[in-house]
């Protein structure tokens, strides 16, 4: 009876602190291309790893092909038939192309020892079958991110699965990887694959999917046929109510020149230039965007501005002021704030309540000292309760709360609070809304408009061109290190913006 | 979904608190020393009273109480406390400083260095207490810098450094008057610190000092600028230096104490009335290793440190009375280095608790 | 003076080094850090010498110096059991286990000796290991066929590249069904049992018994030659060499006339310099296995 390729019946797993998958049942029919829908946090991936064997579940029956299975390690998972492509690559960074594919599953000599050679034929032959254009000798250290995805999805060639698992495959890629992707799932369900894709990208599951399921904060929601609904029914049912996609905005009233930057050089802490002659201006009250893809300098960008990172060559300028070699503590006094792309690492240190957090930037400044030159520790918190209101931060025990305590998205709006608080002249937000749930997110993205539209000049960076085009008033495509392209809010589409960030040098067009 | 608070039981809130697992973890060692002394057919009753004694003196023949004992553990206690804290406080910054070693040796050199070369007169003591203080900051501050600037790994560069101070104090020790190969002339007596208490003992005004730098270390750590910036960059050194922190301040700072900390040890040590002459050292005293496990009981705190130091003292002590009683006093060494391999475990407490809680939710989902 | 005559105690200086540096490099390849090492060679050394004077008065003959060689090894390796179970399975900071289990080695073979000798030291042997008709001791062909053991492993091996991505992606690792808790826990007991072995070839060719100084921070040493020789079994052996042959000096200055009056302390700061300054030197680049010294977690990522 079963057409069913994949049965996942009743489903519980939990987690220190929270239940992931709650009762969940999946069906995927037979050489399906089937999508997995859910906001951060759903439980998407710890079905899949489930599936993968990464994870057992508390509860539950896995059936593959009519018959019950029981997976417990990736091996017996690899041993069926299924096969993952993992979000964050596990791949050795300085082992090569070849030993990453076969690695737990090494060809032997009759002496037991390693015969590469043998595996580097295959993979060959693989990649060429598939169009797959991966160089088997080359070590992960030295190609792209693009073809790092390639070499996932020849893991799971090589030990012939049949069904493949793609966990947001999309993340890390430009628009035109985006394409190409898409063009190798077709190949692989035309070669009587399976496969499941894990994604909130609701274009993407238009584009190639057949089926889709959708999970909402650990719980089954339902299947839909893709033909049939819309992005925007989609969307409601991963949110559970109807959800406003476009933030209208008033026209922005641009002021003097904020931030200035002329033809600046970074380096990475290995030596290699990211960020190369790059210029931009930011005006007060507009929002400036960086589209990109991960990897083409952003991160550099926004570690040179702020001082983390050396500019060797060029100018930074900050309302007139030079403050290329400044210390970091200097250009925040001079009025340089910033919201960092990785908020655990970079900003906020989640042992200290969010007194101590709110008060990171400033605690030395004579507001906070007592008579005695101790710290007045009342008066951060009076600082932080304020912030804590003004931004809505759900807390346990208000600023006595260690920070972290506290979900992604209350973090994240507390980081926020204290950068607003502090009246910075250029605020420099990275990935605002990464991995945070709906509500957080849109609360986040008004409060920014909010800002510009009391004069602030913010710099914004992110990966998610939806939120660029949805929030900027002007947009700098990078690609390389470079500044590609500068528009206007409405004067291109994605499409023209997603072939800039492509590009390899100014003007050309990537080949790859 | 998370599991509900009133449920946490009493296990719960004792794998929560640092303090218990303290007493758990010293009890412990304990008792794997006692077993172990069984193992080798001695009588642990002996190891026992001779840690008594140590803590509250012995009756004399005469009825009265004799409290030479009690004086020597809180002699001891003295290097130990500082030496904890010389551990505890990078500890806090994010380093592990082995080095208290060295900065001790460096300390007791300059104290005697002061002690010898000077013209005695009321009062010298004090100098020599200050010297051996700048002496340690500085050894210790070499640590800071080679860690904040080419962020060498403390832990290997610590060590080497204990080992060329060791070197260095001796050839420095030729240099010095009535130097012989294991000693010097006679300290003076205007460089000795006055016995205090218990006179029948070596425990000297030097309390006062430990109790002092004790002081400062609570002070500086919880009350100052300086500490809230160590605090941060121990917790998270990325989010301190972004938010426009100096690292590097913290880092050097740090040592500078820690080292401080460490040197005056070591000048308490040699000018407490156990050493009439100055000394050419063969060996490490051990009281900067011994630190680390002070620090470590303590959880690096400085009260912490006050009490663990008072711990290690009453195991140093009691060592010569258990060789008397024939049980070998290396047990004491076995029982703190078990110690320090079970406060090594803390973090994996993490585990248990996180098992116990993912027990707890999986039964709360399943009872639906 | 002729480099070529002082090369066996050369040789026989660095062996011991090298052999604990080797060891060393498989543990943190495997992403275990083993700061424990000098603690390992103690007890090991503690374990060979009280070994080889027990069967000497026994009248064992001359195998007893194998016997004792074993003896060490086995007991690094017992030791090391503890550190493994501490880092791997309960998630220990590594550096404070590690430390642990030195104040724990330096307690426990001075409590065995008083056991056994009822001194802080074990008796004096009569004879150790004899050098061979071109003046080498076996230490020296014991420590290279460690070095050419290690590399063939690491390299050739489905074991060594199993142990090698442990190191560096335990999560990749893990996805294809490595075993990374078994994979480190062999890279913890292959550094202890070489340490154990380190220490009983020290114990038997550069001095006569076993005293809390005999180890003197040559487990340190190694830790630093594993770092300084970029993790790869040929930039140890360089290092091994480089760091045991300034300990090696000491000695060797005994033989030139103009250095044989320096107090010998000058010499002895040397090797500590020495590793100090090539530390300082290669500090800044990360050359280290990604996963060194952080524990795996499943399902962390």
């Known amino acids: 009876m079963s057409d069913y390729a994949i049965e996942m019946l009743n489903i519980t797993k939990t987690f220190p602190g929270i239940i992931a998958n709650d009762d969940v049942t999946l069906r995927v029919e037979k050489n399906e291309v089937h999508a997995l829908l859910g906001e951060n946090g759903a439980g998407k991936s710890t079905l899949m790893s489930i599936l993968f064997g990464a994870y057992e579940a508390d509860n539950g029956i896995i059936k593959i092909n009519g018959k019950e299975v029981s997976i417990k390690n990736p091996n017996v998972a690899t041993d069926i038939g299924i096969g993952m492509v993992h979000q964050h690559f596990k791949l050795v960074h300085n082992y090569t192309v070849t030993e990453n594919i076969v690695l737990g599953r090494e060809p032997r000599t009759r002496f037991h020892t390693l015969n590469l050679g043998i595996a580097e034929k295959k993979v060959q032959e693989l990649s060429d079958k598939y169009g797959l254009k991966v160089d088997p000798k080359s070590k992960i250290d030295d190609i792209s991110v693009g073809q790092q995805q390639r070499v996932e999805i020849l893991k799971t060639l090589y030990s012939d699965s049949q069904i493949i698992i793609f966990d947001e495959p999309t993340a890390v890629l430009t628009p035109q990887e985006i394409d190409e992707l898409m063009i190798i799932i077709k190949k692989l369900q035309a070669e009587g694959k399976t496969i499941i894709l894990i994604t909130h990208k609701l274009k993407e599951i238009k584009t190639v999917c057949d089926k889709c399921s959708v999970l909402r904060r650990g719980k089954y929601i339902g299947t839909v046929n893709v033909a049939d609904v819309s992005e925007n029914e989609l969307a409601s049912m991963m949110v559970g109510r109807a959800v406003k996609f476009e933030i209208t905005k008033n026209p922005p009233k641009i002021g003097k020149v904020m931030l200035d930057v002329q033809n600046i050089t970074v380096k990475d802490h290995n030596g290699i230039s990211k960020v190369k002659d790059l210029s931009l201006q930011i005006h007060e009250g507009e929002i400036l965007g960086i589209a990109g893809v991960d990897g083409n300098g952003q991160s550099e960008l926004l570690m040179g501005l702020c001082g983390m990172l050396p500019v060797s060559e060029g100018k930074i300028l900050l309302d007139g002021n030079d403050i290329t070699h400044e210390s970091i503590r200097s250009r925040i006094e001079k009025g340089l704030g910033h919201v960092p792309e990785d908020r655990h690492k970079y900003g906020m240190v989640k042992q200290f309540t969010l007194s101590e957090n709110a008060v990171l930037k400033d605690f030395y400044k004579p507001k906070y000292s007592t008579k005695y030159h101790t710290l007045n520790f009342p008066k951060f918190k009076e600082v932080a309760s304020q ?43 990275a990935q605002p809304t990464r991995g945070l749930d709906v509500g957080a997110i849109e609360f986040i993205r008004k409060r920014i408009i909010e800002e510009r539209d009391k004069g602030q000049a913010i710099l914004l960076v992110s990966f998610e061109l939806d939120e660029i085009m949805n929030l900027c008033d002007r947009i700098a495509a990078i690609s390389h290190g470079h500044i590609v392209g500068i528009f206007n809010d409405g004067e291109v589409s994605q499409r023209e913006i997603g072939l800039m960030m492509a590009s390899s040098e100014k003007g050309e067009k990537d080949e790859g | 979904m998370k599991a509900k608070d009133e449920n946490r039981t009493f296990i719960d809130k004792l794998l929560d608190s640092d303090v218990a697992i303290s007493i758990l973890v010293v009890m412990l060692g304990f008792l794997v020393g006692t077993l172990l002394i069984l193992l080798v057919g001695r009588n642990p009753a002996d190891m026992f009273s001779s840690i008594t004694e140590s803590m509250f003196g012995v009756a004399k023949r005469n009825g009265d109480w004799n409290f030479r004992y009690v004086g020597e553990t809180l002699a001891y206690s003295m290097p130990y406390i500082l030496c904890g804290l010389a551990m505890g406080l990078p500890a806090r910054v994010g380093l592990f400083n ?43 501050g070499i640590v800071g810098i080679l860690k904040a600037k080419f962020n060498v790994s403390e832990v290997v560069a610590t060590i080497m450094l204990n080992y060329i101070a060791l070197y260095t104090s001796r050839l420095w020790g030729f240099t010095l008057p009535g130097a012989t190969t294991y000693n010097t002339a006679p300290l003076p007596l205007e460089s000795k610190l006055t016995k205090f208490l218990i006179p029948t003992s070596n425990f000297n005004t030097g309390i006062f000092f430990v109790l002092l730098m004790v002081a400062i270390y609570y002070f500086v750590l919880n009350k100052t600028k300086l500490g809230y910036s160590m605090r941060a960059t121990g917790y998270n050194k990325y989010a301190a230096k972004c938010s426009g922190i100096s690292t590097v301040r913290s880092v050097t700072a740090s040592m500078l104490f820690a080292g401080a900390f460490a040197g005056l040890a070591g000048a ?29 009981v303590g959880n690096n705190t400085a009260i912490g440190n006050l009490l663990a130091g008072v711990l290690f003292g009453i195991l140093k002590q009691s060592q010569s009375l258990m060789q008397s009683r024939n049980i070998p006093k290396e047990i004491t060494y076995i029982i703190q280095g078990l110690i320090v391999v079970f406060i090594s475990l803390r973090s994996g407490l993490e585990i248990v608790k996180q098992k116990r809680l993912t027990k707890k939710l999986r039964e709360e989902a399943l009872s639906k | 003076m002729n480099i070529l005559t002082q090369l066996p105690t050369i040789l026989m200086i660095v062996s011991p080094i090298l052999i604990a540096a080797i060891g060393g490099m498989f543990t943190e390849r495997s992403g275990v850090v083993n700061i424990a090492i000098e603690g390992l060679m103690g007890l090991g050394a503690c374990a060979a010498a009280s070994t080889h004077y027990l069967m000497e008065a026994a009248g064992a003959g001359r195998y007893s110096l194998v016997v004792a060689l074993l003896v060490g090894t086995a007991t690094g390796w017992a030791f090391s059991l503890i550190h493994a179970a501490a880092s791997v399975d309960l998630k220990a900071d590594q550096t404070i286990s590690g430390t642990g289990i030195n104040l724990l080695a330096d307690g426990t073979t001075i409590f065995v000796a008083q056991i ?78 070489l340490a154990g072995l380190a220490g009983g070839c020290i114990v038997l060719t550069q001095t006569i018994q076993y005293t809390s100084g005999t180890i003197g921070g040559r487990g340190y040493i190694a830790l630093a030659a594993v770092s300084f020789g970029r993790w790869s079994p040929l930039g140890v052996t360089l290092a091994a060499i480089l760091f045991g042959g300034a300990q090696a000096f000491a000695v060797i200055s005994n033989n030139i006339p103009a250095l044989a009056s320096l107090p010998s302390e000058y010499f002895n700061i040397l090797p500590y310099a020495v590793t100090l300054i090539a530390l300082i030197a290669t500090s800044g680049k990360d050359y280290a296995p990604q996963a060194n010294g952080i524990p795996y977690e499943k399902g962390a990522s």
């Open chain 3, 116 to 193: 056994l000798f009822k001194a802080d030291r074990t008796k004096e042997y009569q004879v150790g290991m004899l050098t061979d008709r071109f003046g080498m001791y076996p230490t020296a062909y014991i420590a290279i066929a460690v070095v050419i053991i290690a590399w063939f492993v690491m390299y050739k091996t489905p074991f060594g590249m199993h142990l090698r991505a442990c190191g560096e992606h335990p999560a990749a690792a893990d996805s294809v069904g490595i075993n990374v808790r078994l994979m480190r826990y062999s890279g913890v007991m292959i550094s202890g049992s």
């Open chain 2, 268 to 296: 308490i040590v040699l000018l407490g009335g156990a050493f009439p002459k100055g000394r050419i050292i063969t060996g490490m005293d051990n009281y900067g290793f011994m630190g680390i496990a002070v620090s470590l």
């Open chain 2, 98 to 140: 082995i080095g208290a070693e060295g900065q001790y040796i460096m300390g007791m050199t300059a104290a005697q260095t002061v002690a010898l070369l000077v013209t005695p007169f009321p009062g010298l003591w004090f100098f020599c207490l200050i010297a051996a203080i700048i002496a340690g900051s500085l050894w210790g």
């Open chain 1, 387 to 429: 912030q804590i209101e003004d931004f809505d931060v759900r807390t346990g025990l208000g600023a006595d709360t260690v920070a972290g305590s506290l979900s992604g998205g209350n973090q994240q709006k507390a980081i926020i609070a204290r950068e607003i608080e502090l009246s910075p002249k250029l605020l420099m937000i």
